[in-house]
């Protein structure tokens, strides 16, 4: 991608130079004697060998060039409107300068979690942050570590924008597990909320000793996590573990939901990264993480995103204990032996949680 980047650009130039020689050039001399078309011969050899060798060096420059120093001055401009609003969502402001509408700055002023689940969600999606709130999220001391909840939102858009704004200030005040910022809640925008996060965890909570971020349709194990991280062999510094992505190949197909034009990340492949529906990690690596983040141009795949700052920062994400830990699809039979043996896994349907959550408190043999 980065050679085509480069190709376009050459075509700009190129295209100009190649005009004259072929109007101007070559056709004039083609009647002239032998001497003169051995002479333009030479000449043409020499240029097709220049633009060779200008090629490869600028192929070369580009794979040696930081990522992050790639683009800005260096892209190609965009030669449209119409194609200007069709790359515009995929750019990712990530000014650093969002500021929170709603805080909870003294959670971790007296005592500090062990550790703190954090979920983004939409404001609108009430009914998850419920069921959450009745089921994993409800729990606050297991094996004797203090676990604490919070959500994560931008704001509200579009019609009824206001009305919901309202409603949510009100669920903060009845349950302040809500953190908000001031940037618009969507999609493309999900980066700048988990990079609030990092950035709210470092600043109001670095005394916690490791933060999950997961997604709100997942299913958690609490006790399964806690066990895993109070284990003396799980390191308590530049530690992150996930599901590792086992495809990192930047998607160029425009209907995928991964779609990533080519001019938002010239690289065909993309660093290690673990995927963003579930990844733990200890506290130390969120400052860190802030830090790279303004050496490593934003792009909107928060999980993508988070591999390239880890990949700057020298940090390796760690494999978990066990590869069944972290799952992503269910096996064919699910029941509860499924669920008492995962951290985190999907579910077919984000309704089956409390009932699912239900069946694994009541009594019997969990597998
Ligand atoms: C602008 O760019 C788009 C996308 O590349 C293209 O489909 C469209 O034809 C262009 N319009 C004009 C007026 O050049
Ligand atoms: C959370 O759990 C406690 C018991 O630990 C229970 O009393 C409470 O009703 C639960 N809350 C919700 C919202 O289910
Ligand atoms: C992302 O948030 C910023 C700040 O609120 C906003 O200007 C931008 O339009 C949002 N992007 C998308 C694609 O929603």
């Given at each position: 991608?980065l050679f085509h980047m480069e190709m376009q650009r050459l075509n700009v130039t190129g295209g100009d130079i190649s005009k ?163 940037f618009k809640d969507s999609y493309f925008n999900l980066t700048i909320k988990t990079m609030v996060m990092l950035e709210w ?125 972290f799952k992503l699809s269910m096996p064919y039979i699910h029941n509860r032996c499924h669920y008492s043996t995962v951290i ?24």
């Amino acid at each position: 991608m980065l050679f085509h980047m480069e190709m376009q650009r050459l075509n700009v130039t190129g295209g100009d130079i190649s005009k004259e020689p072929s109007e101007s050039g070559i056709f004039r001399h083609v009647r002239f004697p032998r001497q003169r078309c051995l002479v333009v011969l030479v000449l043409l050899s020499v240029w097709v060998l220049m633009i060779f060798l200008v090629t490869n060096l600028v192929t070369l420059h580009t794979s040696l060039t930081p990522f992050w120093q790639l683009g800005g001055q260096g892209e190609t401009p965009y030669t449209n409107n119409s194609e200007r609003e069709f790359f515009s969502p995929y750019h990712v402001a990530y000014p650093q300068s969002y500021q929170f509408i709603l805080d909870e700055p003294d959670e971790c002023h007296d005592q500090s979690p062990f550790l703190l689940l954090m979920v983004p969600v939409a404001p609108g999606n009430l009914v998850a942050r419920e069921d959450i709130r009745r089921t994993w999220g409800n729990e606050s001391m297991v094996l004797g570590q203090a676990v604490r909840l919070f959500f994560l939102l931008g704001l509200p858009s579009g019609e009824g924008a206001e009305r919901l704004q309202e409603e949510v200030l009100l669920e903060s005040r009845q349950y302040h597990d809500l953190l908000q910022s001031d940037f618009k809640d969507s999609y493309f925008n999900l980066t700048i909320k988990t990079m609030v996060m990092l950035e709210w965890l470092a600043s109001r909570c670095s005394g916690a000793s490791f933060a999950m971020k997961i997604d709100s349709d997942m299913f958690l194990n609490v006790h399964n996590l806690v066990h895993m991280l109070i284990d003396p062999t799980t390191p308590k510094s530049n530690f992150i573990t996930g599901k590792f992505s086992l495809n990192n190949r930047a998607v160029r197909d425009r209907t995928s939901k991964w779609y990533i034009p080519a001019k938002v990340y010239p690289n065909s492949k993309f660093p290690p990264y673990l995927l963003g529906n579930g990844y733990v990690f200890s506290i130390d690596l969120t400052q860190k993480i802030v830090e790279a983040s303004k050496h490593v141009r934003a792009i909107f795949l928060e999980d993508v995103y988070l591999g390239m700052c880890l990949k700057h920062l020298r940090v390796v994400a760690s494999n978990p204990p066990s590869s069944t830990l972290f799952k992503l699809s269910m096996p064919y039979i699910h029941n509860r032996c499924h669920y008492s043996t995962v951290i985190t896994t999907e579910m077919d349907h984000v309704s089956d949680l409390l009932r699912v959550w239900q069946d694994l408190q009541s009594p019997g043999t969990s597998c």
